[in-house]
């Protein structure tokens, strides 16, 4: 299988230009998180909410009810019948970082993800990937990366990669209605979100 | 003496003054704590007030505000900001948004099971762990994962987040990007002050100090550092009545040099007038710094209000000049009445030494000194240096119709006894409250900043300046104790919003008994091991996991319970630290209100532990205090009073003379009192200082007019001297009289009511008895 080379930001930018989506935006979600204190990964499903302006909020359904708002550099955790936990993210520049890329992306702002991130562009007819590696060390101790598969001008996957190893794929609008593989690996997974590789 | 002589002579005079006052300046420590002004602490409890009031954690707070960016810039400034104040010696401790509790010391870890509230209400059995672990696998999959995840194997019931809830206060402000935000939109900071509250130039150093980081940030665009806070609020204050006091001062001298111009016509009148005075002055601040190393600003104040009655020797030295007569003869006639004012004026300050008091004991030295100084310098050295050729005041034949207008008025007898009848009925009818102790009434604090100070303690959630909530027993540990018993209690009122958040110790630390009913209740490795084991059957988590948890518990059930002293020297140690205090024996826990809404109920705590909980209203503890204090003044003005009517009889020889001086002195300050207080002004400690002041100028003007044997000539003089002294006090002091701040207010006016008093009825009785 020939992956063409990704021909540079210009190419990444139109794409990131062409993936911005008008707040608020919503799309159903499925999100597999392989956390390394647990022996098989969770499985979430439910929806995420761009409100514009790093303002994001995720509601998850199954397997619990939970609703994660991030906004002005907090994360507010609020599940039913229990106080709600709040989080500043200044301990936690990998999450910031995180964050401010997937608002980055959302609103379509390459300047912003450029300040963050390398970014590189691997396509393979209409099908994409973009590889985001943070430019700071000590951001990228904790997110080795970040890669978003698309296809044409939709975003099919989202997957984060973590120093520790872990990691969690989610998998957006009609990835998150596919049947997850069996078994469940972070490899199967980017087969299922048709990652291209460089 | 020839006139370049004389010349040469106010030259060297002025040098000498001048490089005294350089010396002087560079010796001169002000000290502007007020506490050193105030009589030391009768016992614990007052020396708590004191210290309160002057270095407790909420006078020392300063709220600085940042507005006039977009917000993601005022949050990098403001913790630009802390960053630069935490480096800065000025400031203890500063707080912002980005403080995250999540971070205990690692040594105090296995405590957290001590320290927690969660072994009150549950067991480590198999039902709570069950329920612990359910949460801890939904916590895994939100976005805070990353965060708990290493938490995870020693903690999973999330005691230290339990703590650092626990130690977060109730009310914080909206944070953005790590920084605090106000309603308004401005980025909030809190900066605790290393210097007392109570010290207005170290405040004034740390605001500075404040500022000047505050510019030195790069970016700052059109945003704007605003500061509230008690201390803020002296200085502030402080500077404006400065501001006016100079400004009105130096008018007055302005008036009064032409006055002086006009009463004597000559340039080299002018020139020597000011020289007694201004010797005097320094030699009484030479004299403290000898004594004492360094003055306290209210004896500087205070002395120089007092020092006032000096300029009059000068005065009375012109105005009885005679033509062709030198003026060290001149000097010598009136000498022995200036003397006798001297003298008496002096042995009346020495009382100021018996009053126990530190910030007096400096008052009675600087004008003690001062007196002497000015006295001996209007008698050697003015006759040496006035111009030669005086003009002889007596010649003035509208000054001779005005004494024989005075001389011929009717005096009936009955007048002062129905005045004194007059002025007593009128004290017993003011309406106002006799005293003011609320010195910060004397200052007031501009509505508007009162109004911002409000807002953002509001939005800070920052401790009450006024409440305390003391707790009291005899040991660290009861202290602790008496927290937890009354934590029910305040629970209910926080609840009913009778307080925002009360602030008690045993939020840092429990006592040391409750620390070992929980450890009783942890249960040994084989329990848990077989509990958790059950509680984690079909959940996802690795084996072994919780292997840390388990032993951390084990560690946990036979740590020595925490003291205070052991937790005092942990990072959150420094909160408990200034809870926890000794004063004479007795312990005393400290906590901070915030949003104090009714007092009443918060004090009824006293009722269900007596003895032991009481609210703590510094304001009236305070103003206790400065009754206290005024008391003191009070008893050494009687006391001066005494010795004043005694070395005047005995100079004059004579009681019925002394009573001619004194009963108008007297009389005079009732009917000023009783004008001041019909007028609904309520008295305090300046009132005081300038009811003493104007009883000083009675004093010579009562003197003057009861000379005896003088001729018409010289009765002119007299006249002439006292009518200058008189104008020249109502005009500087009815200038300050206009002000619009009420401490220069309060001393401007009874300056110069007594004064108008004092000389009338000088005029009135001194003379009936010629």
Request: hydrophobic content about 50%; overall charge negative.
């Amino acid at each position: 299988m020939l992956a063409q080379p990704a021909s540079g930001p210009p190419d990444a930018a139109a794409l990131i230009a062409h993936l911005a989506r008008p707040a608020p935006a919503h799309t159903s979600y499925t999100e597999v998180r392989f956390v390394h204190v647990l022996r098989a990964p969770l499985v979430l499903h439910g929806e995420l909410e761009y409100l514009g302006q790093d303002h994001l909020s995720k509601r998850v359904d199954t397997p619990y009810r939970e609703t994660s708002t991030i906004a002005d550099g907090a994360v507010e955790v609020a599940r039913e019948g229990r106080e709600t936990r709040r989080f500043t993210l200044d301990r936690a520049p990998e999450l910031k970082a995180m964050l401010a890329s997937f608002g980055a992306l959302l609103g379509g702002d390459i300047a912003v993800l450029e300040q963050v991130f390398s970014i590189a562009l691997a396509q393979r007819g209409a099908d994409w990937t973009l590889k985001l590696t943070p430019h700071d060390a000590e951001v990228a101790r904790h997110l080795r990366e970040v890669d978003v598969d698309g296809s044409a001008g939709e975003p099919r996957c989202f997957t984060l990669t973590e120093g520790g190893g872990d990691g969690s794929v989610m998998l957006l609008g009609g990835a998150a209605a596919q049947k997850l593989p069996d078994p469940l690996t972070p490899a199967a997974l980017a087969t299922l979100c048709g990652r291209v590789q460089r | 003496m020839n006139a370049r002589w004389r010349i040469v002579l106010i030259v060297a005079w002025a040098v000498a003054l001048v490089s005294l006052a350089l010396l002087a300046e560079r010796r001169l420590v002000v000290a502007s704590d007020l506490r050193s002004f105030m009589p030391p602490p009768a016992d614990a409890d007052q020396r708590l007030v004191l210290d309160e009031i002057g270095e407790g954690p909420a006078s020392r707070l300063l709220m600085l505000a940042i507005g006039g960016a977009d917000e993601a810039r005022l949050a990098a400034m403001a913790r630009a900001l802390a960053e630069a104040l935490r480096r800065d010696a000025h400031f203890d401790r500063v707080l912002d948004g980005g403080a995250d509790l999540a971070s205990l010391d690692p040594t105090l870890l296995p405590y957290r099971y001590l320290l927690s509230p969660t072994l009150d209400q549950h067991e480590f059995d198999e039902e709570f762990l069950r329920h612990e672990l359910e949460q801890r696998v939904e916590d895994l999959g939100s976005p805070v994962a990353d965060q708990l995840e290493t938490l995870l194997p020693r903690d999973p019931t999330l005691e230290v987040l339990t703590l650092a809830q626990r130690w977060t206060p109730a009310k914080v402000p909206r944070i953005r990007d790590g920084a605090w935000f106000s309603p308004r939109g401005e980025a909030l900071l809190l900066a605790q002050t290393r210097a007392a509250g109570f010290d207005p130039a170290a405040q004034a150093e740390a605001i500075a100090a404040a500022e000047q980081a505050f510019a030195a940030l790069p970016d700052r665009g059109a945003a704007q550092l605003s500061i509230a806070g008690p201390g803020y609020f002296a200085v502030v204050v402080g500077a404006s009545t400065r501001r006016q006091a100079e400004t009105l001062s130096a008018l007055g001298t302005l008036g009064f040099a032409l006055l002086l111009l006009a009463a004597y016509r000559s340039a080299g009148v002018l020139l020597v007038a000011a020289l007694p005075i201004a010797s005097g002055a320094l030699a009484g601040i030479a004299a403290i710094v000898l004594a004492y190393g360094s003055i306290h600003g209210i004896t500087l104040a205070f002395g120089f209000t007092l020092l006032g009655v000096a300029q009059e020797y000068p005065i009375r030295v012109f105005s009885h000049r005679r033509a062709g007569v030198d003026a060290a003869s001149s000097v010598r006639g009136v000498w022995p009445l200036l003397r006798l004012a001297i003298l008496s004026a002096c042995i009346a300050y020495l009382t100021f030494f018996a009053s126990g008091v530190p910030g007096l004991h400096q008052l009675a030295l600087f004008t003690v000194v001062g007196l002497l100084v000015a006295g001996a310098a209007t008698r050697w050295l003015l006759p040496v240096v006035v111009p030669s050729q005086p003009r002889d005041v007596a010649e003035s034949a509208l000054l001779e119709a005005l004494r024989a207008r005075l001389a011929a008025l009717p005096r009936p007898v009955w007048l002062p006894a129905l005045l004194l009848v007059a002025g007593l009925l009128m004290l017993r009818l003011a309406p106002a409250p006799l005293w003011q102790n609320d010195l910060a009434a004397l200052t007031p604090v501009p509505a508007a900043l009162l109004a911002r100070e409000g807002e953002l303690r509001e939005a800070l959630g920052a401790p009450d300046v006024r409440y305390l909530l003391v707790l009291e027993a005899d040991s660290a540990e009861g202290v602790l104790a008496t927290s937890e018993r009354v934590y029910p209690q305040v629970e209910k009122l926080i609840s009913a919003h009778a307080v925002d958040d009360v602030e008690l110790p045993s939020r840092y630390l429990p006592s040391l008994a409750t620390q070992r009913i929980r450890q009783s209740k942890l249960p040994d490795r084989a329990h848990l091991s077989a509990a958790l084991g059950a509680a984690l059957r079909d959940l996802p988590f690795q084996p072994g996991l919780f292997e840390p948890f388990v032993d951390d518990v084990e560690t946990a059930r036979t740590l020595p319970p925490l003291t205070p002293e052991a937790f005092e020297r942990s990072p959150f140690g420094a909160r408990l630290e200034a809870m926890l205090v000794e004063r004479g024996g007795r312990w005393f826990g400290l906590a901070a209100l915030s949003g104090v809404h009714d007092p009443a109920a918060l004090a009824a705590l006293d009722a269900a532990d007596p003895g032991h909980v009481r609210l703590l209203d510094l304001k009236t503890a305070s103003e206790a205090l400065v009754a206290q204090y005024r008391t003191r003044i009070l008893a050494a003005l009687g006391v001066a009073l005494l010795l004043l009517c005694l070395s005047v009889a005995l100079a004059f020889r004579s009681a019925t003379r002394a009573w001619h001086v004194i009963a108008p002195m007297s009389l005079a300050t009732l009917l000023v009192l009783a004008v001041l207080r019909d007028f609904g002004v309520s008295l305090s400690l300046f009132h005081l200082v300038a009811l003493t002041l104007a009883a000083g100028l009675g004093l010579h003007y009562a003197l003057f007019f009861e000379r005896r044997s003088i001729d018409a000539a010289e009765a002119r003089r007299t006249l002439h001297g006292t009518l200058v002294c008189v104008a020249a006090a109502v005009f500087v002091f009815g200038l300050l009289a206009a002000s619009t701040v009420p401490v220069l207010r309060a001393i401007g006016l009874t300056v110069a009511l007594g004064v108008a008093f004092h000389f009338c009825l000088s005029v009135f009785m001194a003379q009936r008895s010629q």
